[in-house]
């Protein structure tokens, strides 16, 4: 299974693989640790970002403290309480990264036996992602 952390665009930042039978939950850690320093030429340097928007898969207190450790604040939607119809706004751009990578032929159905070569394929298609998406 990929996971993927995008930035608002759409642009993938961070991105990992893991069993089928993990839950989602499993995989965020390494995903944001994952993320490389943001740099910019104008404005405050930033090393990480400041948000970061999840599903109900997510909503675990020990990663709500994680990410506020980190200076991350968490916006997942709570199981039982909120709805997730407010998400939509946000996750509409990590499902079009997903449709990008799974047009990407050899990400569509797991043809590698092993997982290193998977995840340097998914690592290729990421980066053919943001060429076409810098480059338009």
Do not use: Q
């Given at each position: 299974m990929i996971h993927l952390i995008t930035e608002r665009t759409g642009l993938p930042l961070s991105i990992g693989i893991s069993a089928a039978n993990t839950h989602d939950s499993q995989g965020l850690?390494?995903?944001v640790r994952g993320i490389p320093p943001i740099r910019s030429r104008?404005?405050?340097?930033?090393?990480?970002?400041?948000?970061?928007?999840?599903?109900?898969?997510y909503d675990f207190d020990r990663l709500r403290t994680w990410l506020r450790s980190r200076n991350i604040t968490p916006r997942i939607a709570r199981?039982?309480?909120e709805s997730s119809q407010r998400l939509g706004q946000h996750r509409w751009t990590v499902e079009r990264t997903v449709a990008w990578l799974s047009?990407?032929?050899?990400?569509?159905?797991?043809?590698?036996r092993k997982a290193e070569h998977f995840l340097a394929f998914a690592?290729?298609?990421?980066?053919?992602?943001?060429?076409r998406r810098l480059t338009a």
């Open positions: 850690e390494p995903l104008r404005g405050p340097s930033r090393r990480r970002p400041t948000k970061l928007h999840g599903d109900k898969g199981r039982g309480i047009g990407c032929r050899r990400l569509h159905r797991r043809y590698e690592g290729i298609a990421a980066a053919l992602i943001c060429y």
